[in-house]
């Protein structure tokens, strides 16, 4: 019986050293338990850390959020439970360096009857390490924020 293997079309296999592909994992969340009125444009405060996982981070010294210290790719999240004295809509974004960032924008109608949570997330790739990250009220009128929550997680390199 004749052998028809074709041994010049072997696969090759390439295997990734590790120093190549140096990820490493972390996360952060910070914390806010206390109401708070959040004015057109203001940052919300988060006054507690309850975990950082990681050297990616550092939380901001005046508490309106988080420094991401380490380039790569990043899931962030913020929830919170909003109420107003007045109906209305309030909108609230991430912010990158101060400023807001439009497509993690979020709109959302409460009424003063009771509170609502509020959340938006976005992916971003930080390129330049001391990426400030924070929420702002890019809405019209002024709103309470209770149980605000920011959670960063590093999710890979780039």
Do not use: H, W
């Amino acid at each position: 019986m004749a052998c028809f293997c074709r041994r010049s079309q072997r696969r090759t296999t390439t295997v990734r050293n590790l120093d190549q592909n140096n990820f490493i994992p972390s996360a952060v969340e910070v914390f806010n338990s206390a109401t708070q009125t959040v004015d057109p444009n203001e940052e919300i405060l988060f006054l507690q850390t309850n975990y950082n996982t990681g050297v990616s981070f550092s939380v901001r010294n005046d508490n309106l959020g988080v420094d991401i210290v380490a380039a790569g790719v990043y899931k962030i999240t913020f929830t919170g439970v909003a109420s107003t004295a007045i109906d209305g809509n309030i909108s609230l974004a991430l912010t990158l360096n101060g400023v807001p960032f439009p497509q993690s924008e979020v709109t959302q109608y409460v009424t003063s009857v009771g509170p609502q949570i509020v959340s938006t997330t976005m992916i971003f790739k930080v390129v330049s390490p001391n990426a400030d990250i924070g929420v702002i009220n890019t809405g019209d009128i002024s709103f309470d924020i209770t149980n605000a929550k920011l959670e960063i997680v590093r999710t890979g390199n780039f």
